[in-house]
């Protein structure tokens, strides 16, 4: 990961409640990343109707962000200062999961994004109730959300090869997706806060409490058991 830029972490932090504008942040420039991805792989599809849904896709998914951005406004920070802190979070993950093809593009967003933002919506609730549906409705799941998963759900069930090799690449993408994780959650003193707030006290954490440690393992735990039923709505094994 590269050095955060100090000023635009220091503007964040004197503009309010440090973990909910980071949280926020977070979540914006990884729907930015999302964005970006989406726009490199939507002429290249293999058909009309799927390039289509990618643009569909990506509007939705710039109408996020732009709603994520109006709240950091709201309380005081610019789009790019809210999310400069995490310029460059996303660089080892991406050179780690260069693609060789359309598929495995399109799955490296449902699946390497898809934890990203599931990371942000699980640690959007450790936040006050009022902060947390700010996050919550900018983040809110959308049935374009799901069209991505219902292209990749179509090509494998019309090509079990595809099928198999899509599986070996979701287990890759979510490896490397996990680690970036839990880095997050262990570099980021708000971060491992907000993972604390939202561990159940009677969860089965290493520690057999909601220390650090056990809080990072829980919400892995979770972000695992979410990839999982993405994976299953796409037909691929995880």
């Given at each position: 990961m590269s050095e955060q830029p100090?000023?635009?972490?220091?503007?964040?932090r004197r503009a309010g409640d440090g973990p909910f504008l980071e949280v926020t942040g977070l979540a914006a420039?990884?729907?930015l990343g999302l964005f970006g991805l989406i726009g490199a792989h939507t002429?290249?599809?293999p058909d009309l109707a799927s390039a289509q849904r990618m643009v569909t896709i990506g509007l939705r998914v710039g109408e996020q962000q732009r709603a994520l951005l109006a709240i950091g406004a709201a309380h005081g920070v610019e789009p790019v200062a809210l999310m400069?802190?995490?310029?460059g979070v996303?660089?080892?993950f991406e050179a780690r999961t260069a693609e060789s093809t359309w598929w495995e593009g399109l799955l490296k967003g449902v699946v390497g994004h898809g934890v990203a933002s599931d990371l942000c919506r699980l640690l959007a609730r450790g936040l006050p109730s009022g902060l947390a549906a700010e996050v919550?409705?900018?983040?809110?799941?959308?049935?374009?959300?799901?069209?991505s998963t219902a292209i990749i759900r179509a090509g494998v069930d019309a090509d079990e090869r595809l099928a198999?090799?899509?599986?070996l690449w979701g287990r890759r993408v979510v490896g490397e997706s996990l680690s970036l994780?839990?880095?997050l959650l262990v570099t980021r003193p708000s971060f491992g806060v907000l993972a604390q707030a939202v561990t159940p006290s009677d969860a089965d954490t290493d520690d057999g409490d909601a220390a650090p440690a056990g809080a990072v393992a829980w919400v892995l735990s979770e972000l695992t058991a979410e990839h999982t039923r993405r994976m299953d709505r796409m037909g691929l094994a995880a």
């Open positions: 100090t000023v635009a972490h220091d503007v964040v420039y990884v729907r002429w290249d599809a400069a802190p995490f310029a996303l660089d080892s919550g409705a900018a983040m809110a799941y959308h049935d374009d959300d799901e069209r198999s090799r899509l599986a994780s839990q880095t």
